[in-house]
């Protein structure tokens, strides 16, 4: 949602060079007119108007100085909007009429371009409204149990496995319930909070559940049989720059992890389907129905779908007419076709659903996961005595006993009584022989040198001395 009074001003520049350009057909000049394009900016800036009303009708009390403009604009536009249908009936008609309707919607808008409405949406976006609870994460996305429950009955069917994600959940309520409901389902949260504080019982029920919101996740694509994604609201309050809604990013990451036939739920206030939106419904996903409940939801619509084949992603005209003017006759809800979504058959297997964010909760799965416990035990296993055939042991010959002495295992302090103690040091020693023999004349000799190795243990007696044992 682009809330923004930039969006006036452009409108208003909008209608400028409409009626400049009304001017110059009256005046006899030749002009080449798309009148498709023509009406079609009226009525999306009648539409566009009619959003933002709704969004100042948001704007508490306190912060709102000017608010008395809104129910004066309100009634403009409603006369404005009965008389752009009226002169629609005749096809013939030809554009110079319109020329008094944009004169009046360059007046009504006026209010909505004044300084003092522009220093109140400030005073707005820093204020705690609905509309700015809800951007802020204050807002309660997960859905009042009564309506889950009706969309989960009344709508949606699946007689397997399936896989169902919440892109923007608190501890995950929606899915719980869903679980509760359809025990089938395998449920994937992600939390926007850094934190979770779910009991670890609570937290086993779900497959995974990552922490840090959407932007921080990995997700597998094209893996999930139905998706919930409540999508936080863009406020931009000046300048007329492009940019990519958080509305519409959430909807692109959404389809993308949802497979071929799967379910999109999207909870969004009503005020908030921009042309954005209502096209990404009409061209993306098909079987779309509007769920209103103005007691148990009130201010707030679900819109659903099936996500289409990449080959039968084209524009549904009618979709988007009934989409882009709910704001203006909510009764057109009821326009929908009302179906049951079959989900997809199965539960693919989700090779990725992590975050930046580990928790405790996160950990403790890995760990669970992982068969480094088992390894670590495996390698634990030793070749025990009492695993074998008992024999006597046998002395050590010196090379078993050079070994023992070299590894350090009759290395150590003896303690004696009193007080007193020794220390004893065994090692292996490189020793050299020499051995002569004589000729029996004795006028020669022939000597022979041998390196062994010898076993010496040492030792330091409680008085400081050292003597070498063996």
């Known amino acids: 949602m682009l809330v923004a009074v930039g ?51 948001e704007i508490p009390r306190d912060f709102n100085q000017a608010s008395s403009f809104v129910p004066l604009v309100q009634g403009t536009m409603d006369r404005i909007n009965r008389e752009y249908k009226e002169l629609r009936k005749d096809k013939e008609r030809p554009l110079t009429d319109y020329e008094n309707l944009l004169n009046d919607l360059k007046q009504a808008i006026e209010p909505l371009n004044s300084n003092r ?46 896989n169902v994600v919440d892109l923007n959940t608190d501890e995950g309520e929606n899915l719980l319930q869903i679980q509760e409901m359809m025990p089938k389902a395998k449920i994937y949260g992600v939390s926007r909070y850094n934190a979770s504080y779910m009991d670890k019982a609570t937290r086993a029920k779900f497959s995974r559940f990552i922490l840090g919101g959407i932007e921080e996740a990995k997700i597998s694509n094209d893996a999930f049989n139905m998706v919930i994604a409540a999508p936080p609201i863009t406020f931009e309050t000046f300048g007329d720059k492009v940019i990519t809604t958080s509305e519409k990013h959430m909807l692109d990451r959404a389809n993308a992890y949802l497979r071929v036939g799967g379910l999109m739920i999207m909870p969004i206030p009503e005020c908030c389907i921009t042309k954005e939106i209502a096209t990404f419904f009409a061209k993306n996903l098909g079987d779309v129905q509007v769920f209103r409940d103005p007691v148990a939801l009130p201010k707030v619509i679900v819109l659903m779908g099936k996500k289409r084949p990449v080959l039968e992603r084209n524009l549904d005209p009618r979709v ?50 992982s068969a480094a416990v088992t390894d670590f035990w495996k390698k634990q296993d ?89």
Not at 19 to 38: A, C, H, P, Q, Y
Not at 118 to 134: P, T, V
Not at 329 to 334: E, Q, S, T, Y
Not at 387 to 397: I, S, Y
């Open 117 to 162: 409405s522009l220093e109140n949406l400030c005073m707005y976006n820093m204020g705690q409204s609905y509309l700015r609870s809800w951007e802020s994460g204050g807002f309660d996305f997960d859905l009042p149990k009564t309506v889950l429950s009706r969309l989960m009955e009344n709508y949606v069917s699946c007689n397997t496995e399936f």
């Open 7 to 57: 969006q006036m001003k452009a409108i208003a520049n909008k209608y400028e060079s409409m009626l400049s350009m009304l001017n110059r057909i009256k005046e006899g000049k030749k002009v080449t007119v798309d009148s498709t394009t023509f009406f079609s900016n009226i009525r999306a800036s009648i539409i566009d108007i009619y959003n933002v009303l709704k969004i100042y009708q």
């Open 320 to 369: 988007f007419t009934l989409l882009r003017n709910l704001i203006i006759d909510p009764m057109l809800a009821d326009k929908f076709e009302k179906v049951k979504y079959e989900l997809p058959a199965g539960a693919k297997e989700i090779q990725r659903f992590r975050s930046k964010s580990l928790d405790d909760g996160e950990l403790n799965l890995f760990f669970a996961q």
């Open 382 to 470: 030793v070749d025990k005595i009492a695993d074998h055939t008992v024999h006597p042991l046998l002395p050590f010959n010196v090379g078993q006993l050079g070994l023992v002495l070299t590894s350090g295992c009759l290395d150590g302090v003896v303690v004696e009584p009193n007080g007193c103690s020794h220390v004893v040091k065994g090692r292996v020693i490189r020793v050299e022989d020499e051995d002569r023999e004589y000729d029996d004349d004795g006028k020669g000799v022939e000597i022979t040198t041998t390196n062994s190795s010898r076993v010496e243990i040492s030792t330091f007696l409680p008085d400081g001395t050292f003597k070498c044992l063996a």
